[in-house]
């Protein structure tokens, strides 16, 4: 079977607006949710989320570009630059045949879909402009992103909610491994914070209106985040012909359905996701050293996905390194599992786990080792990221050191 590894690396979230800075934000154990400034908010019985503070689109996009480009195209397009950039590809000639992107995304192009509804419902305008559907399209930041690379292999995009991005990625690994492509762009991006997005939520009363406490007994919701991140998945042996730095191994995948309620957990569906990928890895439950969990901050999700861990690793659970980042960054729903990918890499390839923060009462029923609040050095050879949707989609990824 084709080995795939991770070249590249590019994010914009709210802890950084690159890899670099969202790494030693985490490492420093930093919280990036504040109060919201979006329009109307004072309309919004949830005033908190995470953003992407000190961004500027024209600095990046002209207005041209910005015509095409939703804030969730912008973010793909920037991650993906970078990601290009430190992999140190150009996808010309027959290679861009052998290269594509699958990102995942739940929203899509949710800031121009409210904007519009707003102008048309609200502000009784009969038009809006022609190029409407082409920026809020699910499938935007992909093609944009195609474009803009050459990459004129498989080009797709995922959505399954909080799983989108895992799943992207899962689809990634499977086109390297099948032949398809010998190079591809993915993970994931949101851009929920607008006044329609944070409004839809509410109504799942599943919202904390004071900060993301996962595994915490205090804990009273999950909050909202913005951002993405993407990777450049390559064939192992294609990278090392050309030199690349290899930042970790694509190890396993695995997904499952939990075929049970459309937004209320199961541990069994959960836990065979896990093993799954640990079998299409030959990864051995002692290798693993560190699990990002879901870890939304609800009092039912950080319970389910306990018993999952559990579950899967019997008493060496009592070994593993478990933290949530989203109390850090929010949960970006569509683009959190790339995000969160980034705490793996560095799990595995610098040795530090991030921090849960805001851990400070323990819950009984959550009863894992979650890295309260400040990182920790450690070996870690095997690193898993779990994703787990509404409509009980789950998606689980390892990553191996190179």
Request: net charge negative; hydrophobic share 45%; proline share 3%.
């Amino acid at each position: 079977m084709r080995r795939v590894v991770i070249t590249g690396a590019g994010t914009i979230n709210p802890l950084g607006h690159d890899v670099p800075a969202t790494l030693a934000a985490m490492q420093a154990g930093t919280c990036a949710i504040g109060p919201l400034d979006i329009r109307d908010v004072d309309r919004l019985q949830i005033q908190i989320g995470a953003q992407v503070r000190g961004y500027d689109e024209v600095e990046h996009f002209s207005r041209q570009d910005l015509t095409l480009y939703d804030r969730f195209t912008q973010f793909a397009l920037l991650s993906a630059a970078q990601a290009m950039e430190q992999a140190g590809l150009v996808l010309s000639g027959d290679l861009g045949d052998r290269a594509g992107v699958i990102l995942g995304t739940s929203g899509g192009g949710l800031n121009t879909q409210d904007d519009n509804y707003r102008a048309v419902y609200a502000e009784g305008k009969i038009r809006v402009h022609p190029f409407i559907v082409p920026r809020l399209m699910a499938n935007a930041a992909a093609s944009h992103v195609s474009i803009r690379h050459n990459l004129r292999g498989p080009v797709l995009t995922v959505s399954t909610a909080c799983a989108s991005s895992n799943h992207a990625m899962g689809q990634a690994l499977g086109v390297i491994r099948g032949g398809m492509a010998d190079v591809m762009l993915t993970g994931g991006t949101e851009a929920m914070l607008c006044f329609g997005g944070i409004k839809a939520w509410e109504g799942l009363r599943v919202m904390s209106r004071d900060g993301c406490r996962p595994f915490s007994a205090d804990r009273n919701g999950m909050v909202q985040g913005e951002g993405g991140a993407v990777f450049v998945f390559e064939e192992r042996e294609h990278a090392i012909a050309r030199g690349a730095d290899i930042l970790c191994e694509v190890a396993g995948f695995a997904m499952s359905s939990d075929a049970a309620d459309i937004v209320t957990p199961a541990a069994e569906g959960a836990a065979r996701a896990m093993r799954g990928a640990l079998a299409d890895g030959g990864i051995a439950l002692a290798d693993v050293g560190y699990i990002n969990a879901h870890g939304t901050g609800t009092a039912v999700n950080d319970r389910t996905e306990t018993q999952a861990i559990r579950s899967v690793f019997g008493t060496v659970a009592d070994d593993l390194c478990v933290s949530s980042t989203k109390a850090m960054h929010g949960h970006l729903i569509g683009g959190t599992g790339a995000v969160e990918l980034l705490a793996c890499i560095m799990a595995v390839r610098d040795g530090v786990i991030a921090p849960t923060i805001g851990l400070a009462q323990p819950d009984p029923v959550c009863d894992l080792d979650y890295v309260a609040n400040t990182a920790r050095r450690a070996d870690v050879s095997v690193a898993m990221s779990n994703a787990f949707a509404f409509g009980g989609l789950n998606a689980v990824l390892a990553l191996r050191r190179a």
